[in-house]
C-alpha cells in the first residue's frame, strides 16, 4: 500500500526505475513467460498461517457474513483482519479445548495479536481501495474467488497490472447487485443473468479515467 502522504515524485522515480529494471525482460520470451508465471505473480499459492482456519468452514459452511470478520471493507481502503475477541465470540463456547486454537486463547490471554500473514499484496507504489470496489458492484469473488470452498486461503487473482485494467476499461460486464457483494461462492454476472445496464445506472459508474496512471499510481 503506497502511504498517502508520500511524496508523489519518489512514487514515480520508483516507477521509471521499476520499469528500466524489468523492460530487458520483455524482450526475452523465456523472461517474458516467467514474469506472467504463477511462481512470479504468487497466484494459487497458500501462506503458513499461526491456525489452519477454513473459510470453506467459516463463510461457506456456517455461513458467517464477510463483514463481520473484514469490518472495514466497505468503509477504508483496507478490508481489516478480526482480532481475537471475535473467535472468541464463538470459541468461548464451541471447540473450547481444541488443540488447533491453542493459539487464539493464548493470543486473549496474553493480549498479544496473532500475526497472520499476508496472501495478496500489491507492491507499494499501487494504491488501492476495497471500499470503493465493493460499494460500486465488484463482488469479492471477483478478485479473490470462491472463498466458500477454500480450505485455506489463497491468492486467486494474478494481481497484475493486466489484470487491474483488463476490468478498468469496462466494469460493466463484472458488476452484480448489492446482495451478491459477499455472497462467498464465485458467480459471474452472466451465470446469474443479471441485466447490467441498471447495474451501471444504480452504481453510477464512470470508467472514464480509470485507466488513467494516477488511479493506481499516486
Ligand atoms: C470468522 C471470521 C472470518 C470470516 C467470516 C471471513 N474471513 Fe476472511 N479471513 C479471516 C482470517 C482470520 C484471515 C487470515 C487467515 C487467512 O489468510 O486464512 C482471513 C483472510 C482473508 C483473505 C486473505 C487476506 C490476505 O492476507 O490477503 C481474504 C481475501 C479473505 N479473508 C476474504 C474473505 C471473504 C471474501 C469472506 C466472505 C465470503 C471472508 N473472508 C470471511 C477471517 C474471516
Ligand atoms: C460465528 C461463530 C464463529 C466465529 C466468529 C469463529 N468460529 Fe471457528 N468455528 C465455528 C464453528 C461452529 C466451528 C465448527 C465447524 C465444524 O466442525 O463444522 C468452528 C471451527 C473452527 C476450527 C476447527 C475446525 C476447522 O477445521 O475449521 C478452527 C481452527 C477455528 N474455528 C478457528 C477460528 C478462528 C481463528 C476464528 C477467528 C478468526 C474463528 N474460528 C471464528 C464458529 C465460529
Ligand atoms: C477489485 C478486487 C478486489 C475486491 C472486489 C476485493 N478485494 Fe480484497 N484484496 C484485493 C487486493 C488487490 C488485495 C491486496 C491489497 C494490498 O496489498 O494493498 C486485497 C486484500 C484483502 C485482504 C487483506 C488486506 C486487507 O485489506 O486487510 C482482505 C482481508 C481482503 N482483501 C478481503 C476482502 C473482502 C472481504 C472483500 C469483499 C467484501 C474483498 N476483499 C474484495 C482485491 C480485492
Ligand atoms: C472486476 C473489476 C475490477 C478489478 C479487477 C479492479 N478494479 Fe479498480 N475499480 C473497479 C470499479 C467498478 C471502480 C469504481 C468505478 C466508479 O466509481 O465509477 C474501481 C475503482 C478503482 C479505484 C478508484 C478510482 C477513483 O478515482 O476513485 C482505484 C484506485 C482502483 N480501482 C484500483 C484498482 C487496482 C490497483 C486494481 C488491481 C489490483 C483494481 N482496481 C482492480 C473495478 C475493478
Ligand atoms: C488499475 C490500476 C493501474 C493503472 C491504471 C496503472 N497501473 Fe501500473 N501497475 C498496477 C499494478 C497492480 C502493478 C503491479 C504489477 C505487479 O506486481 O505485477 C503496476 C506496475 C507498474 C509498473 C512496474 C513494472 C511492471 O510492469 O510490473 C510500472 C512501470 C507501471 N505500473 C506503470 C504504469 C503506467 C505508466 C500507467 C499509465 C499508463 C499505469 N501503470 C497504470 C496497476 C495500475
Redesign the pocket.
Known amino acids: ?1 503506497a502511504q498517502d502522504f508520500e511524496p508523489r515524485a519518489n512514487t514515480v522515480a520508483r516507477l521509471i526505475l521499476a520499469g528500466l529494471v524489468l523492460m530487458p525482460l520483455t524482450f526475452v520470451g523465456l523472461g517474458y513467460a516467467l514474469e506472467r508465471s504463477d511462481y512470479v505473480t504468487g497466484q494459487n499459492e497458500t501462506v503458513e498461517q499461526p491456525i489452519p482456519f477454513s473459510h470453506a468452514h467459516h463463510s461457506g459452511e456456517i455461513g458467517i457474513d ?2 463481520y470478520c ?1 469490518t472495514s ?2 468503509v477504508s ?5 478480526p482480532p481475537t475477541t471475535t473467535c472468541m465470540s464463538c470459541h468461548s463456547q464451541l471447540w473450547t479445548e481444541a488443540e488447533m486454537l491453542a493459539p487464539v486463547r493464548e493470543s486473549l490471554s496474553t493480549g498479544v495479536r496473532l500475526k497472520w500473514e ?5 507492491p507499494d507504489y ?1 494504491y ?1 481501495n ?1 471500499s470503493v ?2 460499494t460500486n458492484g ?3 469473488t ?3 474467488g470462491s472463498v466458500g470452498e477454500m480450505r485455506l486461503m489463497r491468492q486467486a ?1 494474478p ?1 497484475t497490472m493486466d489484470w487491474c485494467l483488463d ?1 478498468h476499461r469496462d466494469p460493466v460486464p463484472y458488476l452484480q447487485p448489492p446482495e451478491m ?2 455472497y462467498p461462492y464465485r458467480t459471474t454476472s452472466q451465470m446469474s443473468e443479471i441485466d447490467q445496464a441498471p447495474l451501471a445506472e444504480f452504481y453510477d459508474i464512470h470508467p472514464g479515467g480509470l485507466t488513467d496512471c494516477s488511479t493506481c499510481h499516486r
Open positions: 500500500m464477510c463483514r473484514h471493507v466497505e481502503a483496507k478490508a481489516g483482519l499476508p496472501v495478496n499484496e500489491l499501487v488501492f476495497h470496489h465493493v465488484i463482488a469479492c471477483e478478485c479473490h487473482a494481481l476490468c457483494i459477499t
